[in-house]
């Protein structure tokens, strides 16, 4: 009857019914018997919420008590680490480990000491006995429930154990070792429960699916897409990540009929950063429905704080229940419904955005950190919306388009500026129409609440969310000006700009040209940069970032600086960065002291983010008593990005190598003043990381901690 429940605040009811309907009689069973998305339609419980799930069939499993990663529910550390530690997951070292501490298992997800988080010990003959009893009391508690979760923590430290590691081995994933607990505790689970099922992720690196075992026939496996690109559709394969994800899903969908999948919709590392996915989503789950798959969650951002989202929504809700609908006609229609007579710009604002993101050949992942938006594209994108917002006729259009103008403008201020080296400084002019402070009454006046999936953090209140993102409140406006101090020898030129945090932004063989920072680049895009950067959580990168202060300069000579940053704990780093000699290297020496009044852990690092000319896969060289040796790479995805912690005792140098780029990168190691080092690459972004992780002993107030290294760059690994 042309009734269109587009979103909760719209309903579009036609003003004339139809003269007269013919008799219909029409059956249609979805391929998906599954059907849910937590892509925002109104808050969970209100009437708008309630009717548009109703109006478009969604369809969400019954669980029982908890979905999602459960392992330390199942099995709490608190509760059996202290007298079965053969429960949990064996590291490299031979260890059981687990986060034994209550208090810090209570803690935020950013703020608990990752690196004690490892999975179960699935192959242990006595877990899924231990697992069963957590599954009986949840089916007590809720008996009408379809499945009963059974699903990995959230990282990827999966137990190393001879016996894990064996089953691994052989069926070529590790995979193996989880399915080997999944089918024991899942025979258990059928004696006492046999009209139930268990369900499990095949996720991350448990996504390839095992050679040779069986799944339970009551055992059902979410199948996540979080790796692929989301810019291209899945079934053309024109990316290696997709490739991948293809190849798992047709081999799990040989091995099992109960596949489910777990989709990704929005980006989860800005809510409000243009995401181009939208003339996927509907031919992705094609995809899905024509490889067997019989349920699909596709998980978006609930605040509805996203570009696009009630678009977004509406071609989700539309597609899980008909995947082979004309997704092109359903944009058109929702456009011209939702946005009335500002649709053709939307339209023109969708295809520019999408066309852009094509032609800098952007691997479009759930978690972008949107390098590839300029200011070309948020200035035209602004002039797109401005129109929008002139043509708009009533408050409630003005509002809709409002809230896309406000996206872009987050664009305008986080974009890579436009930059101008002037003497003694940068000069950067961004698109942005407001500053930060603009930014956050604006978020107040539309309603938006968080600007990130904070993920492990509880409701981070915004305007502490726009400083993360924005910085200081009305201090990022659309022009800004860094001063920078030069130094430099014979050979190498650098320069700092304290208010970048203090970032070294140029590092320079004055003779052969090469600079490893990359100076107006740094400064535009505050990349390949030195910096100091937080350390949140041991172990992990969670919530890395530079450290959110200006630096003063304290000392100044021809060819030395010293900056010094105050953090609000009271924490002082004080870094000179200094030529000794005319040929020598840059020397680096920091002094991180406590000039609080309470014990503090120095949680910071030094975070050089060397430019390396070009997207090819860095070396590791370590020197150790005088000699270099190639250190194996760790790939965390092959052709992307890998990294790892190194023990520094023994090494006196460490180096980066680019291959067919006569670049070399060598830093001077002291093993005594250092925790371990840490290397990180990405070649997308065409950047390697030697990070210097200090001592993270506390220090006591006014006590000081020194590091020291030297950079130097050469076309070979440096033989003095």
Same mark, same amino acid.
């Given at each position: 009857?042309?009734?269109?429940?587009?979103?909760?605040?719209?309903?579009?009811?036609?003003?004339?019914?139809?003269?007269?309907?013919?008799?219909?009689?029409?059956?249609? #069973?979805?391929?998906?018997?599954?059907?849910?998305?937590?892509?925002?339609?109104?808050?969970?419980?209100?009437?708008?919420?309630?009717?548009?799930?109703?109006?478009?069939?969604?369809?969400?499993?019954?669980?029982?008590?908890?979905?999602?990663?459960?392992?330390?529910?199942?099995?709490?550390?608190?509760?059996?680490?202290?007298?079965?530690?053969?429960?949990?997951?064996?590291?490299?070292?031979?260890?059981? #480990?687990?986060?034994?501490?209550?208090?810090?298992?209570?803690?935020?997800?950013?703020?608990?000491?990752?690196?004690?988080?490892?999975?179960?010990?699935?192959?242990?003959?006595?877990?899924?006995?231990?697992?069963?009893?957590?599954?009986?009391?949840? $089916?007590?508690?809720?008996?009408?429930?379809?499945?009963?979760?059974?699903? &990995?923590?959230?990282?990827?430290?999966?137990?190393?154990?001879?016996?894990?590691?064996?089953?691994?081995?052989?069926?070529?994933?590790?995979?193996?070792?989880?399915?080997?607990?999944?089918?024991?505790?899942?025979?258990?689970?059928?004696?006492?429960?046999?009209?139930?099922?268990?369900?499990?992720?095949?996720?991350?690196?448990?996504?390839?699916?095992?050679?040779?075992?069986?799944?339970?026939?009551?055992?059902?496996?979410?199948?996540?897409?979080?790796?692929?690109?989301?810019?291209?559709? @899945?079934?053309?394969?024109?990316?290696?990540?997709?490739?991948?994800?293809?190849?798992?899903?047709?081999?799990?969908?040989?091995?099992?009929?109960?596949?489910? #999948?777990?989709?990704?919709?929005?980006?989860?590392?800005?809510?409000?950063?243009?995401?181009?996915?939208?003339?996927?989503?509907?031919?992705?789950?094609?995809?899905?429905?024509? $490889?067997?798959?019989?349920?699909?969650?596709?998980?978006?951002?609930?605040?509805?704080?996203?570009?696009?989202?009630?678009?977004?929504?509406?071609?989700?809700?539309?597609?899980?229940?008909?995947?082979?609908?004309?997704?092109?006609?359903?944009?058109?229609?929702?456009? %011209?419904?939702?946005?009335?007579?500002?649709?053709?710009?939307?339209?023109?604002?969708?295809?520019?955005?999408?066309?852009?993101? @094509?032609?800098?050949?952007?691997?479009?992942?759930?978690?972008?950190?949107?390098?590839?938006?300029?200011?070309?594209?948020?200035?035209?994108?602004?002039?797109?919306?401005?129109?929008?917002?002139?043509?708009?006729?009533?408050?409630?259009?003005?509002?809709?388009?409002?809230? &896309?103008? @406000? %996206?872009?403008?987050?664009?305008?201020?986080?974009?890579?500026?436009?930059?101008?080296?002037?003497?003694?400084?940068?000069?950067?002019?961004? !698109?942005?129409?407001?500053?930060?402070?603009?930014?956050?009454?604006?978020?107040?006046?539309?309603?938006?609440?968080?600007?990130?999936?904070?993920?492990?953090?509880?409701?981070?209140?915004?305007?502490?969310?726009?400083?993360?993102?924005?910085?200081?409140?009305?201090?990022?406006?659309?022009?800004?000006?860094?001063?920078?101090?030069?130094?430099?020898?014979?050979?190498?030129?650098?320069?700092?700009?304290?208010?970048?945090?203090?970032?070294?932004?140029?590092?320079?063989?004055?003779?052969?040209?090469?600079?490893?920072?990359?100076?107006?680049?740094?400064?535009?895009?505050?990349?390949?940069?030195?910096?100091?950067?937080?350390?949140?959580?041991?172990?992990?990168?969670?919530?890395?970032?530079?450290?959110?202060?200006?630096?003063?300069?304290?000392?100044?000579?021809?060819?030395?600086?010293?900056?010094?940053?105050?953090?609000?704990?009271?924490?002082?780093?004080?870094?000179?960065?200094?030529? &000794?000699?005319?040929?020598?290297?840059?020397?680096?020496?920091?002094?991180?002291?406590?000039?609080?009044?309470?014990?503090?852990?120095?949680?910071?690092?030094?975070? !050089?983010?060397?430019?390396?000319?070009?997207?090819?896969?860095?070396?590791?060289?370590?020197?150790?008593?005088?000699?270099?040796?190639?250190? !194996?790479?760790?790939?965390?995805?092959?052709?992307?990005?890998?990294?790892?912690?190194?023990?520094?005792?023994?090494?006196?140098?460490?180096?980066?190598?680019?291959?067919?780029?006569?670049?070399?990168?060598?830093?001077?190691?002291? !093993?005594?003043?250092?925790?371990?080092?840490?290397?990180?690459?990405?070649?997308?972004?065409?950047?390697?990381?030697?990070?210097?992780?200090?001592?993270?002993?506390?220090?006591?107030?006014?006590?000081?901690?020194?590091?020291?290294?030297?950079?130097?760059?050469?076309?070979? @690994?440096?033989?003095?």
């Amino acid at each position: 009857m042309g009734v269109r429940w587009l979103a909760p605040d719209a309903t579009h009811i036609p003003e004339m019914p139809p003269v007269a309907m013919a008799p219909i009689e029409y059956g249609y #069973v979805p391929p998906f018997r599954y059907r849910w998305s937590n892509s925002y339609h109104g808050a969970p419980g209100s009437a708008g919420h309630t009717e548009f799930e109703r109006a478009h069939h969604f369809r969400m499993p019954r669980f029982a008590v908890s979905y999602g990663h459960n392992f330390y529910q199942l099995v709490p550390p608190p509760e059996y680490f202290p007298e079965h530690p053969e429960y949990f997951g064996m590291n490299e070292d031979g260890e059981r #480990v687990a986060m034994d501490d209550p208090e810090d298992y209570k803690r935020e997800w950013g703020q608990r000491a990752l690196d004690r988080i490892y999975q179960l010990c699935m192959t242990n003959p006595e877990l899924p006995g231990v697992i069963m009893k957590t599954l009986r009391r949840w $089916h007590a508690a809720n008996p009408g429930a379809e499945f009963w979760c059974i699903m &990995q923590e959230d990282l990827g430290t999966h137990c190393l154990c001879p016996e894990c590691a064996a089953v691994d081995e052989r069926e070529g994933t590790p995979m193996g070792s989880m399915l080997t607990g999944i089918n024991r505790t899942a025979d258990l689970f059928a004696e006492e429960f046999p009209d139930k099922d268990i369900m499990t992720y095949a996720y991350a690196y448990t996504r390839r699916p095992p050679k040779h075992m069986q799944p339970r026939d009551n055992v059902y496996f979410q199948l996540c897409t979080i790796e692929c690109d989301f810019l291209r559709p @899945l079934e053309e394969r024109t990316r290696d990540e997709n490739r991948r994800f293809m190849k798992d899903l047709e081999a799990w969908s040989k091995l099992t009929g109960n596949l489910l #999948v777990y989709d990704y919709a929005p980006n989860f590392a800005s809510w409000m950063r243009p995401h181009p996915n939208l003339h996927v989503i509907v031919p992705n789950l094609r995809t899905y429905a024509e $490889h067997d798959v019989i349920g699909t969650f596709v998980q978006g951002d609930p605040y509805g704080t996203g570009g696009m989202t009630p678009l977004r929504t509406y071609l989700i809700a539309k597609g899980m229940w008909n995947p082979y609908v004309d997704h092109a006609a359903l944009r058109e229609e929702f456009l %011209r419904l939702y946005y009335a007579e500002t649709a053709p710009y939307m339209d023109e604002y969708i295809d520019f955005m999408t066309e852009y993101a @094509l032609e800098k050949k952007v691997v479009m992942g759930c978690f972008d950190d949107g390098a590839w938006l300029d200011a070309t594209f948020a200035r035209r994108a602004i002039e797109i919306m401005k129109r929008a917002l002139a043509a708009a006729e009533t408050d409630t259009i003005r509002r809709r388009v409002r809230e &896309q103008w @406000l %996206r872009l403008q987050y664009v305008g201020l986080t974009c890579a500026a436009d930059v101008t080296k002037e003497p003694g400084r940068y000069l950067l002019e961004r !698109p942005a129409e407001i500053d930060s402070l603009e930014f956050l009454e604006w978020c107040r006046e539309l309603g938006i609440r968080q600007l990130d999936e904070q993920y492990g953090r509880f409701h981070v209140p915004l305007e502490k969310s726009v400083e993360e993102h924005l910085g200081p409140l009305g201090q990022r406006r659309p022009k800004e000006v860094y001063p920078y101090v030069s130094i430099e020898n014979a050979r190498y030129a650098a320069e700092v700009a304290p208010g970048l945090a203090g970032a070294i932004i140029r590092f320079e063989d004055k003779r052969a040209g090469k600079d490893v920072f990359r100076g107006v680049q740094s400064v535009a895009s505050q990349r390949w940069t030195l910096q100091e950067w937080y350390l949140q959580a041991k172990g992990t990168t969670v919530r890395e970032e530079p450290l959110r202060t200006d630096y003063e300069i304290i000392a100044q000579s021809p060819r030395s600086v010293t900056v010094r940053g105050t953090l609000e704990s009271g924490l002082v780093v004080e870094r000179t960065a200094a030529f &000794q000699s005319d040929e020598g290297p840059l020397e680096l020496r920091y002094t991180i002291k406590n000039e609080g009044p309470e014990p503090i852990v120095p949680a910071v690092k030094v975070h !050089p983010e060397f430019w390396t000319h070009g997207d090819r896969e860095p070396e590791i060289w370590l020197e150790k008593n005088g000699q270099w040796e190639k250190h !194996p790479l760790k790939v965390m995805e092959a052709g992307f990005f890998g990294g790892e912690p190194i023990e520094a005792a023994g090494v006196s140098r460490w180096a980066a190598r680019v291959p067919g780029k006569r670049l070399v990168v060598a830093m001077t190691v002291h !093993p005594d003043e250092l925790e371990n080092l840490f290397y990180f690459f990405n070649t997308r972004n065409e950047h390697v990381n030697l990070e210097l992780v200090p001592d993270r002993a506390p220090l006591e107030p006014g006590e000081a901690r020194t590091v020291r290294t030297a950079i130097s760059l050469d076309t070979r @690994l440096p033989k003095d």
